[in-house]
């Protein structure tokens, strides 16, 4: 029995927000050309505008190269909405990788095929759509104070800008201008970003889910009633497969949906590593230096002052989105790691000798543990989160001693 609950549902609401920014195509693709066209074109303005964002603060960190204190105050930008070009690239050049993925999350393996599946399914859709709600709530308070606090400090001061800008920026009306150019770019960026990284996320969370739903499976195997509640199989005290083989049937189907669904998890999460690699390792390089110069300017800031609150929400942002993904690259090593113990739980003592050797043969395929990478070298698990704030740590004192 398979449900017509749609696994897709996890990753609606990132799509939809991808589209909405123009960082990613419309999925699915509309059935009117028009409006493919308009958004091809939409997303070809982003692009345009977001380029020029970033070469914005390439020239503001060329023109301030001489003095540490500017430099700090523009790269911990740029570096982040480099990153957020990186990831942009990766998603929109692989785009027919992508929706082999999209497909075999719709596929028919991927979908719940009893009422415990359906349940972890959307258990899964809920908790992605309450993160990406979080992100997105948190990006726009970062947006609100990155546009106030330097319109705060320009009452009581001169206020430097973090990217370049062609006209003089001196007097409020250019000042305004300016910032309200750098609250809008920064806020939008700030909302792909997000996105970008919660659907990535969800990627790996997802092959955490099929994974659980596997182990259910498995656990379930030599159960001798279907998805209905009806006995399939005569109970007695020899091997279940050969006294009654209608159920050895049964049972040599439910052991090749298990094998293929594995199969078909493990290409998933290679797929997913495979497809973001350069751009994850680009981010947990980075990330290391954006937390550290977020944190050296911090420490020059009052306490009370509204750039100080910008900059420890920026810096919460920050530490979130290196975590999640440290979080779930955790989860499905773990998941993965009880596979084999899910197979061991099952009735296989009243199987047959021929039946517990296929048993054993998937039990051997299992041992490797899922485990996400970055770049396919470095572990994606909260170690590494660690050890990525403790290499953080040390570039501040660094550029404190400087």
């Not at 970003?193 to 996320?201: A, R």
């Not at 920026?314 to 290196?322: I, K, V, W």
Request: hydrophobic share 45%; aromatic share 14%.
């Amino acid at each position: 029995m398979t449900t017509t609950y749609s696994t897709f549902e996890a990753f609606r609401p990132h799509f939809n927000a991808l589209a909405y920014v123009a960082y990613f195509k419309i999925v699915p693709t509309p059935s009117s050309g028009l409006k493919h066209t308009l958004h091809t074109a939409y997303r070809g303005v982003v692009w345009f505008l977001v380029i020029i964002y970033n070469l914005q603060h390439v020239i503001r960190v060329i023109q301030a190269r001489h003095s540490t204190e500017q430099v700090v105050n523009t790269l911990f930008v740029l570096l982040t909405t480099l990153n957020t070009l990186g990831k942009q690239l990766a998603f929109n050049s692989r785009v027919e990788r992508m929706d082999r993925l999209i497909a075999t999350i719709e596929g028919p393996l991927f979908t719940a095929c009893n009422a415990y599946g359906e349940k972890v399914l959307r258990r899964h859709a809920g908790i992605m759509s309450r993160m990406l709600t979080m992100y997105h709530g948190s990006i726009y308070l970062c947006g609100a104070m990155w546009g106030i606090s330097p319109l705060v400090t320009k009452l009581s001061g001169e206020v430097e800008l973090t990217g370049y800008f062609p006209f003089d920026t001196s007097d409020w009306i250019g000042f305004g201008i300016a910032v309200a150019f750098n609250t809008i770019a920064i806020t939008w960026q700030g909302y792909g970003h997000v996105t970008m990284d919660c659907t990535i996320v969800s990627f790996h969370a997802q092959t955490k889910t099929q994974l659980q739903i596997l182990r259910h499976s498995l656990e379930h195997l030599v159960d001798p009633v279907g998805e209905t509640g009806r006995e399939i199989c005569v109970r007695s005290t020899v091997y279940k497969d050969i006294e009654d083989p209608a159920f050895g049937v049964v049972l040599k189907k439910r052991i090749t949906r298990c094998v293929e669904h594995y199969k078909l998890i493990v290409w998933f999460h290679n797929e997913v590593e495979a497809l973001f690699a350069e751009a994850l390792m680009f981010q947990f390089f980075v990330v290391a230096w954006v937390i550290c110069m977020t944190m050296y300017k911090i420490v020059g800031l009052s306490l009370l002052s509204a750039e100080f609150f910008s900059m420890f929400v920026y810096l919460g942002c920050m530490m979130g989105q290196l975590f999640i993904y440290c979080y779930y690259g955790t989860q499905v090593k773990a998941e993965s790691e009880f596979i084999n113990d899910s197979i061991y739980r099952c009735d296989w003592v009243s199987l047959s000798p021929q039946f517990r050797a296929l048993l054993l043969i998937q039990m051997s395929r299992c041992m490797r543990p899922v485990a996400p990478r970055i770049a396919l070298i470095i572990p994606m698990s909260l170690e590494t989160y660690i050890s990525v704030l403790r290499s953080s740590y040390t570039l501040f004192t660094f550029l404190e001693r400087k």
